[in-house]
């Protein structure tokens, strides 16, 4: 049921109303077109970012690609909780690491557990959303997921003009011409955390053309 | 309502003959640019092809449109204002943050104005975007209660409407105007008429400038532009309308003038949406958005030639008619 509702919301109607309606431009898309597993990692700036990136998928991976999203901010209430897992189907995860005497699961596990069971995520290692234009600085958990898992390649995405279309605080959706920019798939072999992580940065720098 | 026309439509042969010369100029267009390219790689065609592949993809929505169902000319037309409108107000420098709401009623004029050419409320047509947005949008702003450049939002965003849907709303209109004795081919000859002038007037003066251009006209604005294409397609353009006049109820005298109008407002047309460009990629070139101007230079001559070719038709043919 879920699968169904997924594929039938995203790759049919969630990608054509974004690109006719709401102005989203997808570049470079066709480096998704393998179907392969992958983590993606964007810049942060609308809730929208997750949609249209969920909404790039190809058909068949649409269902297999969980977005990685804030447990404090989406799982507040029960209901909030299961619609996001279930219309976004969200991966929900706490924003720090459990410290001692803590009891909630480590959101790197549980990362690498959603990879190990097939799944592609969408990250934004931001961690939050930031102003347009501004990255802020990377949280180290894409790092750290990659370094365990050095077979699987993250995609770079740097989202331009998202942030217009429904900014942070804003409930109305306006139509603005916007881009979704891809890169090429990298792997990260023998690269600790704070490279990879550094590493991740600079090709999404590299994708704003604003470096 | 009659959900196929076709076999009533193939019977109007004028609108063949149109149609088969749409494409048979489409494919020579192709050809020639391709084997201009493939001789001499170093010209720069890339603009002449980019507009040839558009002219495709318009044709063939054009053609279907009117062959199958009038209701998705409408809809196609009122789509290409939308994405005009939007790319307008995404690039636009003078938008502030605070009028991302009013925006929201700008993108509803749209549906609004092509809903009432639809319907053909001729006098509601006429006012709702130059009167009633007018008065909507500065009030609209008011309330928003942010002051700091009000005043230049408020003259900007009804202006875009003006260039990017009450113009091109015209071309819907044509669809509805009576029948008139005499004269069989109704709205679509017209219709047919203005966009394929239009599109022409844009080739015939970039031709003529690039073959004998000398003389700037408007140095400032479009430094491409010279008096030689200027009147050589004007001149051209009116030729080509005299001999696509059947078409149209006018007469040899009328459809001369109407053309030599439409060529001027096409120029028109095309040098507004220049400057405005040029404004924009001026400042602050920082933040506009890259890989623009798509749609905009598809409509900029259109914006200005379809309200002028069909306020001669009105008062010439249709007043007393409707």
Redesign the interface.
């Given at each position: 049921m879920k699968k169904l509702v997924l594929y039938l919301l995203y790759p049919l109607l969630i990608r054509n109303v974004l690109r006719?309606i709401l102005?989203v431009?997808y570049?470079n898309r066709e480096v998704l077109q393998s179907g392969t597993q992958c983590i993606i990692v964007a810049n942060h700036n609308s809730h929208l970012d997750t949609v249209a990136l969920l909404a790039a998928m190809p058909l068949p991976r649409t269902p297999r690609t969980k977005p990685v999203a804030a447990g404090d901010y989406f799982g507040k209430t029960g209901l909030k909780r299961r619609l996001t897992e279930f219309f976004v189907n969200a991966l929900l995860i706490a924003r720090s690491r459990p410290k001692e005497g803590e009891s909630f699961p480590d959101p790197i596990a549980q990362m690498i557990e959603a990879l190990d069971q097939g799944y592609s995520l969408i990250l934004f290692p931001e961690g939050t959303r930031g102003e347009a234009g501004k990255m802020q600085k990377l949280k180290k958990g894409i790092g750290l997921v990659l370094q365990e898992r050095p077979g699987i390649p993250f995609v770079p995405v740097y989202l331009?003009?998202m942030g217009?279309l429904l900014?942070k605080g804003?409930s109305?959706l306006?139509?603005?011409?916007?881009?979704v920019r891809f890169g090429q798939p990298v792997y990260c072999p023998n690269m600790n955390a704070d490279e990879i992580v550094a590493r991740v940065e600079q090709e999404i720098l590299a994708l704003s053309?604003?470096q | 309502m009659e959900i196929l026309r076709l076999g009533a439509f193939i019977e109007q042969d004028e609108i063949l003959k149109i149609i088969a010369l749409i494409f048979g100029i489409l494919i020579f267009a192709t050809a020639l640019f391709w084997g201009w390219g493939f001789l001499r790689p170093e010209a720069n065609l890339s603009e002449l092809k980019m507009r040839t592949r558009s002219w495709w993809v318009m044709a063939i929505i054009f053609v279907t449109a009117t062959l199958v169902n009038p209701l998705i000319s409408y809809a196609a037309i009122a789509f290409l204002s939308f994405v005009a409108l939007r790319e307008l107000l995404s690039i636009s420098k003078n938008v502030r943050p605070a009028d991302r709401r009013i925006l929201f009623w700008c993108y509803l004029a749209v549906p609004v104005q092509y809903y009432l050419a639809y319907k053909g409320h001729y006098s509601l047509f006429l006012i709702f975007i130059p009167i009633f947005m007018h008065l909507w949008l500065p009030f609209m702003l008011v309330i928003r209660g942010v002051t700091e450049d009000v005043s230049r939002s408020m003259s900007v965003l009804p202006s875009q409407l003006m260039l990017t849907v009450f113009g091109i709303s015209h071309l819907a209109y044509l669809l509805s105007l009576p029948d008139i004795p005499g004269f069989s081919l109704g709205g679509r000859g017209l219709l047919l008429f203005v966009v394929f002038i239009t599109q022409m007037n844009d080739v015939f003066q970039f031709t003529w400038g690039k073959l004998f251009g000398r003389h700037k006209i408007l140095p400032t604005v479009s430094p491409n532009k010279t008096w030689e294409g200027f009147i050589g397609g004007i001149f051209t353009s009116t030729l080509m309308g005299y001999y696509l006049r059947f078409l149209t109820p006018f007469t040899e005298t009328e459809a001369l003038v109407v053309s030599f109008c439409v060529a001027c407002a096409g120029f028109i047309g095309d040098v507004v949406i220049s400057a405005i460009k040029r404004d924009i990629g001026k400042k602050d070139t920082g933040d506009v958005i890259p890989g623009h101007g798509g749609f905009l230079d598809r409509i900029d001559s259109l914006a200005m030639t379809s309200p002028v070719f069909f306020h001669i038709a009105y008062n010439l043919y249709y007043l007393n008619n409707s």
């Open positions: 006719l102005g431009h570049n331009q003009g217009r900014p804003e109305v306006v139509p603005f011409d916007n881009f053309g604003e | -």
